[in-house]
């Protein structure tokens, strides 16, 4: 039963434009939440987080929003890079077992140049 | 280098062989974190140190799975009588503290035949 779902296993953008990644998730014990990106042949690399007493965080290109009452959650790369080319996961952990990260499938992003 | 380290990058076993799988987490930091990654799913948890203290194993699938922490720094994961299902990426993750961001190594891709 997964509980972090990116329900798009891939997403093609041309470069300049916007990148917008999806996740849900059902547990409602999540209370932060984490996007990771990985090339091949590396481990996943940490991007940007966001607690779940915030809406938003922006942190240059990337932003992630956060909607708790819908239980999702959204990362925007402007603009999308070449470099950014890659699969990117959505992870979320849970009161008391912070350390403990529930991940999603991924999705693969292309850009475009 | 300062990251996370795994060797071996690769391992062909045949079914029932037994392996180790060794991490170098990065100098200083206190948790360790283990995950199992299937071909086209994101990470799972499988367990946690905290120094050389292991304070969560529930991940780990069965107890033909291993893993240990002896002086706090290097861990080895090992799988005893490896199955076919055992095949995939295993990925080591460190952070300063169980709060702080994990940093992930590259993984080690385990096939077993």
């Known amino acids: 039963d997964q509980q972090v779902k990116q329900n798009s296993p891939s997403l093609s953008v041309q470069e300049g434009r916007i990148s917008i990644l999806n996740c849900d998730y059902t547990n409602s014990m999540f209370d932060y939440f984490l996007w990771y990106k990985k090339y091949p042949a590396e481990g996943p690399t940490f991007l940007i987080s966001i607690s779940s007493i915030k809406d938003k965080n922006e942190d240059g290109r990337f932003t992630v929003f956060l909607n708790k009452s819908a239980k999702h959650l959204s990362l925007h790369i402007v603009p999308s890079q070449p470099g950014d080319s890659a699969v990117y996961f959505c992870?979320?952990?849970?009161?008391?077992?912070?350390?403990?990260?529930?991940f999603g499938k991924g999705t693969l992003l292309t850009v475009n140049p | 280098g300062a990251g996370v380290s795994q060797s071996p990058r690769y391992k062909v076993a045949k079914r029932g062989q037994d392996v180790a799988l060794r991490c170098d987490p990065i100098s200083g930091h206190v948790s360790l974190f283990w995950y199992q990654q299937a071909l086209g799913q994101g990470p799972e948890f499988l367990t946690y140190?905290?120094?050389?203290?292991?304070?969560?194993k529930s991940g780990l699938p069965s107890d033909r799975f291993f893993a240990e922490r002896p002086e706090g720094s290097v861990s080895t994961l090992k799988i005893q009588r490896t199955q076919q299902e055992d095949s995939a990426v295993y990925l080591c993750?460190?952070?300063?503290?169980?709060?702080?961001?994990?940093?992930f190594g590259p993984g080690t891709r385990l096939t077993v035949l």
């Open positions: 140190f905290q120094n050389e203290a292991q304070l969560d």
């Open positions: 992870a979320a952990s849970a009161r008391g077992s912070n350390y403990k990260l529930t």
């Open positions: 993750a460190s952070s300063f503290s169980s709060y702080n961001e994990q940093f």
